[in-house]
C-alpha cells in the first residue's frame, strides 16, 4: 500500500494547482471588466521596466535597509522554490530525496544555498513581523489598514516564519544529510531514535509542501498577490511623462463637431458616459493596479493631503477599487452577468471628499513600487463628478465660469491681459 | 529685438504676434505668459523679470497679448474635460495660425499641458520652461552676471514644483541656474523626486483646502524654514503664492524672501 501517499499527494498537488489556476482566471477575468487600452508598441522600454521596477526592486531601493530585507524575501522565495520541483517529485515518486544522486556534489551546495536564504528570510520576516506591529510606522499603523489588511499582512509573515521553519526542521532531522544551518539543529533532536526522526523528517515533509499549497492558493486573496502582478503591471506601467493626462477623445471630438459642423461624421453618437463611476468604467490597466497593490501605504505617507490630515490616501483608493470590483466580480460570477446592484465605486465606496483633496501632485505615482498610479482612479472619478453629476464645489464652478467667460480662471477682463507690458 | 523689425514697434517693449505678423517676421520664440503671470500682482513681477531677461539677452520673443487664453489645465485637473478642450481647441488654432515653433513659458502647469497635453489635439510645439531656457542661456554666454552679483554665498532653498519636477523630470537646470549665480543651494528634506507639493496643484489653487489638521503650504513652509537658508527660490507662479502665504502663517517673512528663479536672474545679470 505503500503507492496510497503517493497518489494522495498526486491528488493535492493536483487540487490546489487546479484551484489556483482557477481563481487566477477569476482575477483575469474581472481585471478584464475594466475598458480596453492600447498598450502597443514600445516593447523594449516595457521589458526595461519590468528588469529594473519588478526584478530590480527599484524603487523599494529608495529605503535601502528596508529594500534589502525584502530582496531578502524575495530573492528567497523564488530561489528555495526550485526546491518544490524535487519536493513534488519526491511525492510522486516515493523517493527520498530524488536529485541528491543525479547533483552529487552540487545537490549539498545548492540545498546549503537554499538554507543561508531560508535563514536571511526568517532574519527579514521577524524584523517585518516586529516594525508591522511594535514600531509606530506611521504606514503600518495607519487606519487604512484596520481590521482584514492588517490580519491579512500578519498571517503572511506568519505562514512565511513557519514554512521557513519547516523546512529546516525536515532538513536537521534527516540524519543522511549534514547541511549548513540545519545541522546546527541537529542537537535539538539528539534523543530521537531512527522511526522516530524519520517520523519527524515526513511529518514536516508534508506540513512544509501542504503549507506551500495553501499558500499559493491564499495569495489571490491577499495583498500578497503582488509576486505575481507586480511584474506585468511594471510592463504595462505607463511610459509617459507623469504629467501627461489620459486624452478623452470623446469629448476632444465633440467640442470639435461643436466648433467645425462640416467635420462631423453623419450620425455621430454622443459618448454614453463621462469619466468613471464604478470600476468597469475604470481601464483594465487602473484594475490590475488594485490587484497589484501590496497595501504597503508608501503613497500615502508621500501624499500631500493625507499627510496633512485629509481624508484621501491613496493607497485606500486602491484598496476600494479592489473591494468593489470582487463584489461585482462575485455578483456576475453567481448570476452570470452583471446586475446593476444599486452601488457604485463612486460614493459608496470612495466619497467626494477624498477625491477633492488630491493636489495632482504625482507623489503616490513616484513612489509606488509596483507601478500604480492611484492618480489615474482619483482623475476618472472626478472627471464622472463633474461631467456626469455636475458636482463641484462653489469655488469651482466659479473658476470653470471664469474661464468661459474671461479666459482665465479669475475675474479679470481678458482685455488686461497684456496691461503688465504697460507697467514700469 | 523689436527695433529690427520695424520702427513703428521700435518703442514697445514687448510685441505680440500679430505686430511680428504684420511686420512679416517669426520671432524666435514665443513666451507664453499664463493667466497667473498676466494677472496675479505678484506673479506679473516674475512675468517682467522674464522679460527683461529675454531683452537684454537679445532673444527675438513675442506674446501672445490678448489672444492668449488659459489653457485649461485647472479645468481638466478638476475634471471638467469639456471646457479643458475648449481652451485647447482655441489656443491650438490661435497658435498654428501663428505657425508656432518654441514656446518658453515660466508656468510648470502651463508648460505640462502645452508639452504634453496638446500634441494629442494638433498643437505640436518646441515646449521649454524658463529654467532651462534661463540655464542654456547662462551656458551660451548669452546672460551673464554682473561681478558683484547680489546673490553671491547667500543660501537659498529650492522648493521643485510638481509639474516640473515628477511630472516631468525637471530637477537639474533651476538649481545649475542657482548654482552659476554662487549661491549656497540647501535641501528640504523632501526634495527632487521626492519633493512635497506646495497645495496648488490639481485645481486646489482655486478652492480652499478639504478638512485635515494643517495646510499644505504650511507643512511645506515649515521644511523651508528647517533649512535655515536665508531665502526661497520658486519656478512656479502658484508655488511662490502658497510658499510665500505658507511662510507669511509662520511669521518667518522678513526672514526668508520667496524668489522666482526669474527675478533672481533678473537682478544679477549684467
Not at chain 1, 480596453?36 to 523599494?60: C, I, Y
Not at chain 1, 530561489?79 to 516515493?94: P, Y
Not at chain 1, 503616490?364 to 476618472?380: A, G, K, Y
Request: proline letters at 4%.
Amino acid at each position: 500500500m505503500a503507492w496510497i501517499a503517493e497518489i494522495i499527494f498526486g491528488l493535492i498537488t493536483l487540487g490546489s494547482f487546479f484551484l489556483f489556476g482557477k481563481n487566477l482566471w477569476a482575477i483575469r477575468k474581472n481585471i478584464l471588466l475594466g475598458k480596453p487600452t492600447d498598450f502597443s508598441g514600445n516593447t523594449a522600454e516595457r521589458w526595461k521596466q519590468v528588469a529594473l521596477l519588478a526584478f530590480g526592486q527599484k524603487k523599494m531601493f529608495s529605503n535601502p535597509l528596508v529594500a534589502i530585507l525584502h530582496l531578502f524575501v524575495y530573492v528567497g522565495f523564488i530561489i528555495i522554490n526550485i526546491e518544490l520541483v524535487e519536493i513534488i517529485v519526491d511525492g510522486l515518486t516515493g523517493k527520498h530525496r530524488a536529485f541528491a544522486p543525479l547533483l552529487g556534489d552540487c545537490y549539498a551546495w545548492l540545498i546549503n544555498s537554499f538554507e543561508i536564504l531560508a535563514g536571511l528570510v526568517l532574519f527579514a520576516v521577524i524584523i517585518f513581523f516586529i516594525r508591522r506591529n511594535f514600531l509606530a510606522i506611521k504606514r503600518l499603523i495607519s487606519k487604512d489598514l484596520n481590521g482584514w489588511p492588517r490580519s491579512d499582512a500578519n498571517i503572511i509573515l506568519i505562514i512565511e516564519v513557519v514554512l521557513m521553519g519547516l523546512f529546516l526542521t525536515m532538513n536537521a532531522a534527516d540524519p543522511s544529510t549534514h547541511f549548513i544551518l540545519s545541522a546546527h539543529l541537529k542537537p535539538l533532536f539528539n534523543g530521537f531514535n531512527e522511526n522516530q526522526l524519520a517520523t519527524i523528517e515526513h511529518t514536516a515533509w508534508w506540513l512544509h509542501i501542504l503549507g506551500i499549497y495553501a499558500f499559493m492558493n491564499y495569495l489571490p486573496y491577499s495583498k500578497h498577490l503582488h509576486i505575481i502582478l507586480a511584474f506585468p503591471n511594471a510592463y504595462y506601467a505607463s511610459l509617459e511623462p507623469k504629467g501627461k493626462m489620459h486624452n478623452m477623445e470623446s469629448v476632444q471630438n465633440e467640442v470639435l463637431y461643436a466648433m467645425q459642423p462640416e467635420l462631423a461624421p453623419a450620425g455621430a453618437a454622443a459618448p454614453d458616459k463621462f469619466g468613471a463611476k464604478d470600476v468597469m468604467d475604470l481601464s483594465w490597466k487602473n484594475l490590475m493596479d488594485a490587484y497589484s497593490c501590496t497595501e504597503c501605504g508608501r503613497c500615502s505617507a508621500a501624499c500631500p493631503a493625507n499627510l496633512t490630515g485629509k481624508l484621501l490616501s491613496p493607497r485606500s483608493i486602491m484598496m476600494k477599487t479592489r473591494d468593489r470590483l470582487e463584489e461585482v466580480g462575485m455578483q456576475i460570477q453567481k448570476d452570470s452577468n452583471w446586475k446593476a446592484d444599486g452601488k457604485s465605486l463612486l460614493h459608496d465606496y470612495i466619497s467626494v471628499e477624498e477625491l477633492r483633496a488630491c493636489t495632482t501632485c504625482n507623489a503616490c505615482v513616484e513612489e509606488c513600487p509596483v507601478s500604480i498610479s492611484p492618480l489615474d482612479i482619483i482623475i476618472e472619478l472626478r472627471r464622472s463628478l463633474i461631467m456626469e453629476e455636475s458636482n463641484a464645489p462653489s469655488e469651482w464652478n466659479g473658476m470653470f465660469s471664469n474661464i468661459e467667460n474671461n479666459f482665465a480662471p479669475w475675474k479679470f477682463s481678458p482685455d488686461d491681459r497684456d496691461a503688465w507690458t504697460n507697467q514700469a | 529685438m523689436p527695433g529690427q523689425i520695424k520702427p513703428n514697434i521700435y518703442y514697445m517693449k514687448v510685441a505680440t504676434m500679430a505686430e511680428f505678423l504684420a511686420a512679416g517676421k517669426e520671432p524666435e520664440v514665443l513666451f507664453w505668459v499664463g493667466c497667473a503671470g498676466s494677472f496675479d500682482q505678484r506673479a506679473q513681477k516674475i512675468t517682467k523679470a522674464f522679460a527683461t531677461i529675454l531683452e537684454k539677452a537679445g532673444i527675438e520673443y513675442a506674446i501672445l497679448g490678448k489672444e492668449e487664453a488659459c489653457t485649461g489645465d485647472p479645468a481638466r485637473r478638476a475634471g471638467n474635460e469639456f471646457m479643458f478642450q475648449m481652451m485647447a481647441y482655441q489656443n491650438i488654432q490661435v497658435m498654428n495660425a501663428y505657425n508656432i515653433k518654441k514656446i518658453v513659458t515660466t508656468c510648470p502647469h502651463c508648460f505640462n499641458v502645452l508639452k504634453n497635453e496638446y500634441p494629442a489635439l494638433g498643437g505640436n510645439y518646441d515646449v521649454i520652461h524658463h529654467t532651462t531656457f534661463l540655464q542654456e542661456l547662462i551656458e551660451q554666454g548669452k546672460i551673464q552676471f554682473t561681478d558683484s552679483n547680489e546673490w553671491k554665498g547667500k543660501s537659498i532653498a529650492y522648493h521643485d514644483s510638481c509639474y516640473l519636477g515628477r511630472a516631468n523630470d525637471i530637477y537639474e537646470a533651476p538649481r545649475k541656474v542657482l548654482e552659476s549665480l554662487d549661491m549656497e543651494l540647501r535641501e528640504m528634506k523632501r526634495c527632487k523626486s521626492k519633493g512635497l507639493c506646495c497645495g496648488a496643484g490639481g485645481a486646489q489653487m482655486f478652492k480652499e483646502e478639504e478638512k485635515g489638521d494643517k495646510r499644505i503650504n504650511t507643512e511645506r513652509a515649515d521644511e523651508a524654514i528647517e533649512t535655515k537658508a536665508s531665502m526661497v527660490a520658486s519656478a512656479c507662479p502658484f508655488c511662490n503664492t502658497m510658499m510665500t502665504d505658507g511662510i507669511k502663517n509662520r511669521n518667518e517673512e522678513i526672514k526668508m524672501d520667496v524668489l522666482d528663479i526669474a527675478e533672481i536672474v533678473a537682478q544679477a545679470i549684467k
